[in-house]
């Protein structure tokens, strides 16, 4: 059973350039929720997608867009890239519905650098 | 005031001690609350998932979940060198359909 996945790994941007990251939700998982975690904290909530459409959004500015697509992936789409995005980014997949026993699992992240 | 208060350590203990790791909240509607283990550059490890107040036991490894304190506790009995790692407490209002919000995380290294 495939855990969630991530790609890339690790990538190097530079300040003002864009930057697209990749998931693939755990095999029967519908919700994908992205989470942004700075060296030494914890991860913070983007959004959320289900049914290829945002259902909830955190405290991130527009510079922040996502994707769903009918299998269930999801990408994250970062634009005009600060010093500040540099993080790792975490993609967390979960099946929605009764939420008894049900909850998140993340992948292993994709570590951003911004210089 | 964070929603999710952790301390973040270090802790340090010697191999067999038991580990107490806790959070506090302050957003009552929390009722679903999770702790994940984080090794270092790795995504977060689901360890242990409870609903409202009670406690829940796996192995070595128990919650507890105290809604009048807002207060939540994981518990690790004889602790391993492969326990080291960071501790994220992780709680939401209504499950996988919000948002969930963490800790900043415990950094806990077990000597051998």
């Known amino acids: 059973d495939a855990g969630v996945t991530q790609s890339p790994t690790h990538l190097i941007k530079t300040r003002g350039q864009q930057v697209t990251l990749r998931c693939s939700p755990k095999?029967?998982?519908?919700?994908v929720s992205w989470y942004q975690q700075a060296l030494g904290q914890g991860p913070q909530f983007i959004f959320q997608?289900?049914?290829?459409?945002?259902?909830q959004r955190g405290n991130f500015p527009d510079r922040f867009s996502g994707h769903q697509f009918p299998n269930y992936s999801s990408e994250l789409n970062v634009n005009a890239l600060l010093l500040g995005d540099s993080a790792l980014y975490l993609c967390?997949?979960?099946?929605?519905?009764?939420?008894?026993?049900?909850?998140?699992?993340f992948g292993e992240g994709s570590w951003l650098t911004v210089v | 005031q964070k929603e999710v208060e952790q301390d973040p350590g270090p802790l340090s203990v010697p191999e067999g001690a038991i580990v107490s790791l806790n959070c506090t909240y302050s957003?009552?509607?929390?009722?679903?609350f999770m702790w994940y283990r984080q090794y270092s550059r790795k995504g977060p490890e689901l360890l242990m998932y409870?609903?409202?107040?009670g406690n829940k036991e796996d192995g070595r490894f128990t919650a507890q979940v105290d809604k009048s304190s807002k207060y939540i506790s994981l518990f690790i009995r004889d602790s391993q060198p492969s326990d080291s790692a960071t501790y994220l407490c992780?709680?939401?209002?209504?499950?996988?359909?919000?948002?969930?919000?963490f800790g900043t995380g415990t950094s806990l290294t077990v000597i051998p």
């Open positions: 957003n009552s509607a929390f009722q679903y």
């Open positions: 095999s029967g998982h519908d919700t």
């Open positions: 967390a997949s979960s099946l929605a519905g009764p939420p008894s026993g049900n909850t998140i699992y």
């Open positions: 997608y289900y049914e290829e459409e945002e259902r």
């Open positions: 992780a709680m939401s209002p209504r499950g996988t359909g919000n948002q969930f919000y």
């Open positions: 409870t609903y409202s107040s």
